[in-house]
């Protein structure tokens, strides 16, 4: 498979804002976020759909996933529910979307591309919420 952005940014190639990374998964801030506090998990295995991965990568994501969530829930606990949405549409490198929610409107919103109004608000944001 080829380099996606996602290969790039685990290497430390491009810039990002990363909340957790352990043998297997990587996870940073989305700079478009569905949802304020939208994190992306990507996969270490450049597989380009997640039910492609092995089985030892996939249940990683699951375990990174919940973790994630968790953590969240913590620093949003005005939120009723974490939305997860496992795609791959934009980037061919298995990924998934976490946002905090309260309704499905939230869920399905559009990435907003103006939520961030500095690289300082996205840097906050991920200290609040790494590990």
Not at 58 to 84: C, D, Q, W
Not at 88 to 96: F, N, R, S
Request: proline residues 7%; charged residues 30%; negative net charge.
């Amino acid at each position: 498979m080829a380099d996606s952005v996602f290969t790039k940014i685990v290497r430390g190639e491009i810039p990002c804002y990363k909340i957790y990374e352990d043998e297997r998964t990587f996870a940073f801030m989305d700079n478009h976020p569905i949802q304020p506090g939208h994190v992306l998990l990507v996969s270490k295995n450049p597989a380009e759909v997640v039910w492609d991965l092995p089985d030892e990568d996939y249940l990683a994501m699951m375990e990174s996933t919940r973790k994630i969530a968790n953590r969240l829930r913590e620093i949003f606990p005005h939120k009723r529910r974490v939305g997860i949405m496992i795609e791959g549409l934009d980037v061919p490198h298995a990924h998934i979307k976490i946002f905090p929610i309260d309704t499905g409107k939230e869920f399905r919103g559009e990435p907003d591309h103006g939520i961030w109004d500095s690289d300082e608000a996205l840097a906050e944001m991920a200290k609040k919420l790494a590990f």
